[in-house]
Nanobody, 117 residues
Framework: QVQVVESGGGLVQPGGSLRLSCTAS????????MHWYRQAPGKERELVAV???????NYVDTVKGRFTISRDNAKNTVYLQMSSLKPEDTAVYYC???????????WGQGTQVTVSS
C-alpha cells in the first residue's frame, strides 16, 4: 500500500522559515519525481517545486530564491525548505510522487502553512 505523508506545516510570521517533509512508502522512491504543490483558499492547486530522481530541480517563479526542494533517497523523503515567507505563501501544501516508469502518481493529505503576524 502506497502512503505519502507530509509534515512540518504551521503558523509562521512573515519573513520566517519552515521546512516541510514528505515521506513515501510502498513505492520505489528512486523511480519517482517528487513534487510540492500548494492550494490557497479559493484558488487552484499550483505546482511549487519539483525534483527528479537525479536531483534536478525546478520552481515556480514566485518562490525562486526563497524555497529549496531536496530529497534523501535513503529515507524516501523529500523536503521543502521555505524561507522569507510571505502571507501569499499561505496554503495547504501537498506532496506528489510521480512514477516515471508507470506514470502513476500519489498524493499526500496536505499540510497547512499559514504566514501571518
Amino acid at each position: 500500500q502506497v502512503q505519502v505523508v507530509e509534515s512540518g506545516g504551521g503558523l509562521v510570521q512573515p519573513g520566517g522559515s519552515l521546512r516541510l517533509s514528505c515521506t513515501a512508502s510502498g513505492i520505489i522512491f528512486s523511480n519517482h519525481a517528487m513534487h510540492w504543490y500548494r492550494q490557497a483558499p479559493g484558488k487552484e492547486r499550483e505546482l511549487v517545486a519539483v525534483i527528479t530522481p537525479a536531483g534536478s530541480t525546478n520552481y515556480v517563479d514566485t518562490v525562486k530564491g526563497r524555497f529549496t526542494i531536496s530529497r534523501d533517497n535513503a529515507k524516501n523523503t523529500v523536503y521543502l525548505q521555505m524561507s522569507s515567507l510571505k502571507p501569499e505563501d499561505t496554503a495547504v501544501y501537498y506532496c506528489n510522487a510521480y512514477d516515471l516508469h508507470s506514470a502513476r502518481y500519489y498524493w499526500g493529505q496536505g499540510t497547512q502553512v499559514t504566514v501571518s503576524s
